[in-house]
């Protein structure tokens, strides 16, 4: 498997980062590097093993339905960049 | 005091022959001096550490001390704590405040009464085994200073080893504690996955992030793991168990001790001198009355593939909370939102972390899933299988931590493969989840070789028992780089 510089640009369009074509150039051949190494499975007969998504098969703890969380609006929205009357700012979405 | 262990320094400060607040000042001078040339720490605010080691010196007053109190440590720069920079080695967290504490903040400052230091340099967003990554530029290792001190807990590693602190924490999720213990003659542990709280780490690869001890001695281990680990209610991985001793075990002989041997940890691909100290270390748990068992892991050579599916795909969907919105860098000059997201993910992630979300982002992508992201978790269950037939046949298993010594700085910046290969021995054990160990196990051309200890599930006493047993009979781990007094 090898990857397009289109396919790189689309991948990074995904990710939201914007790239310039040299970038996209550099960072397709070290993908297509890294892709070689991950090709080693392929040749692996998997059929019927479960796949394994967590070191220990636990299902997600439930707690009771409470409150337990305190308002720390002003603290939390100190790191931000932009903010207004408690409002996060962004550039304006809809004309 | 600067080579002492936590246990002397414990005795020390209980038998008021140093005050917390002096001992802070030691450590906080010696960083001063020698952290320009290493490059160890990326923040650190002597008012702070200071009020921290006033505090502790009152409970030690107040006879309200626990067996750590007053003892300074380095943190690395992965933990938010509140009202430090918490910058996770990245420009885009590098002026964030944090304005709360991890778990394991918590516990070790405000429960255990250990004093902060600063914050320690690592690889961006733990993404690198060499720390050469790092917005704040790489760091040195204090036995070479043209070496890299691996990764992703370089800074930790680096400090510790310069003794700039006593003791440090850090992260491994694919032997980001045990790589750069091998590399800078520390010893470091990864627990079993769930045992230490993930909360206000900052996720790299949720299903393989731990955090754990990296110190001078497996003794300095069991007591920090002491104040690290326990449930906690924040983490949905975290594991609810009977909290433990640690350090109970460790005097126990090992006579009778069955040591599997990985003939995969064997083969080519390691360092000749390296294997060789390795070999020497294990003959000496011979003589300590511990037998040999040869065995196979004969999927561990899927291990790196299968985590740099794994790994990149959690981490796409953890750093996409990156958006310049809620905190974090935000790109100066832009038009629409989708362009603020573009440019601020462009100019605040350095050039590994980028190529780690868009592996990530191709491997989740519609079409491709099955093929890499499924087949990757199956190979996964292969290899965390492998373990359990292993652990079959022994207590625990021992193999190098890294196939070479400290690397030169640059050596292989330039080739991501290369890079991700120097971790080809402690991936499998992230995969499956276990707890392991890197101890200081001898020289090669001048340079340290660490030897790597795996345990089965929650065996966390065993492994520091074995390694404690070890440091008794030899005095590898008591060796300092010269040229840092």
């Not at chain 1, 289109?6 to 790239?19: D, K, N, Y």
């Not at chain 2, 491709?368 to 199956?378: G, H, I, K, P, S």
């Not at chain 2, 101890?439 to 599930?457: K, M, T």
Request: hydrophobic share 40%.
């Amino acid at each position: 498997m090898s990857l397009t510089l289109e396919q790189v640009q689309r991948i990074a369009h995904l990710a939201r980062i914007e790239i310039s074509e040299t970038e996209a150039r550099t960072t397709q051949s070290h993908l297509n590097g890294i892709f070689q190494l991950i090709e080693q499975m392929q040749a692996v007969d998997t059929h019927g093993i479960e796949p394994m998504a967590h070191a220990q098969d636990l299902s997600q703890r439930l707690r009771d339905d409470a409150v337990t969380e305190e308002d720390r609006r002003v603290a939390y929205q100190a790191v931000a960049p932009e903010t207004e009357a408690g409002l996060y700012l962004v550039p304006k979405v809809i004309e | 005091m600067i080579n002492a262990s936590l246990k002397q320094l414990s005795q020390a400060l209980a038998a008021k022959q140093i005050s917390s607040v002096e001992l802070t000042q030691l450590f906080l001078d010696r960083i001063e001096r020698l952290n320009p040339t290493l490059n160890a720490f990326v923040t650190v605010d002597p008012e702070k550490s200071l009020n921290s080691a006033r505090l502790a010196d009152a409970r030690i007053a107040a006879s309200s001390a626990g067996p750590l109190t007053g003892i300074p440590i380095a943190q690395k720069d992965i933990f938010c704590a509140e009202g430090w920079r918490t910058t996770c080695g990245s420009k885009m967290l590098a002026n964030f405040i944090s304005p709360y504490d991890a778990t394991v903040i918590r516990k070790m400052e405000a429960e255990a009464g250990l004093v902060s230091l600063g914050k320690t340099n690592m690889d961006e967003f733990a993404m690198g085994s060499s720390n050469e990554t790092s917005f704040f530029g790489p760091v040195h290792n204090p036995w070479d200073n043209a070496r890299v001190p691996g990764g992703s807990s370089g800074g930790s590693a680096a400090a510790v080893a310069a003794r700039l602190a006593p003791a440090a924490t850090g992260t491994d999720t694919g032997g980001s504690i045990r790589q750069p213990a091998a590399l800078c003659n520390l010893t470091g542990l990864k627990p079993t996955y769930g045992v230490v709280s993930r909360y206000g780490m900052i996720a790299f690869a949720s299903s393989l992030d731990q955090g754990g001890p990296m110190a001078a001695s497996a003794e300095d281990c069991a007591l920090l793991l002491n104040t690290m680990a326990g449930f906690d209610e924040r983490d949905s991985t975290s594991l609810d168990r009977p909290l433990e001793d640690y350090a109970r075990d460790l005097e126990k002989p090992l006579n009778g001790l069955r040591i599997g041997l990985p003939k995969e940890f064997f083969g080519e691909g390691c360092d000749a001198e390296v294997m060789a100290a390795v070999r020497v270390a294990i003959a000496e748990y011979e003589k300590l009355g511990a037998t040999t068992v040869e065995l196979s892991l004969p999927n561990s050579h899927l291990s790196v593939p299968a985590y740099y599916v794994i790994a990149p795909a959690e981490a796409s969907s953890n750093l996409s909370r990156f958006d310049g919105v809620r905190y974090g860098f935000r790109a100066d000059d832009y038009g629409n939102l989708d362009d603020m997201y573009l440019k601020s993910r462009a100019q605040g992630f350095g050039a590994e972390v980028k190529r780690r979300i868009l592996i990530g982002t191709y491997v989740l992508s519609h079409g491709y899933y099955d093929a890499y992201y499924l087949q990757a978790q199956r190979i996964r269950r292969l290899i965390a299988d492998d373990f359990v037939e292993a652990f079959k046949q022994c207590d625990v298993i021992m193999g190098p931590t890294s196939p070479s010594t400290a690397f030169r700085l640059g050596e292989k910046a330039a080739d991501p493969v290369q890079m991700y290969l120097s971790d080809i021995y402690t991936i499998a054990v992230n995969l499956a989840g276990l707890p392991g160990m890197s101890v200081p196990c001898g020289f090669a051309g001048g340079l340290p070789v660490g030897l790597q200890l795996i345990g089965n599930y929650f065996d966390e006493a065993r492994l520091l028992n074995v390694a404690h047993r070890y440091q008794q009979a030899t005095d590898w781990h008591s060796r300092r780089p010269e040229g840092m007094a």
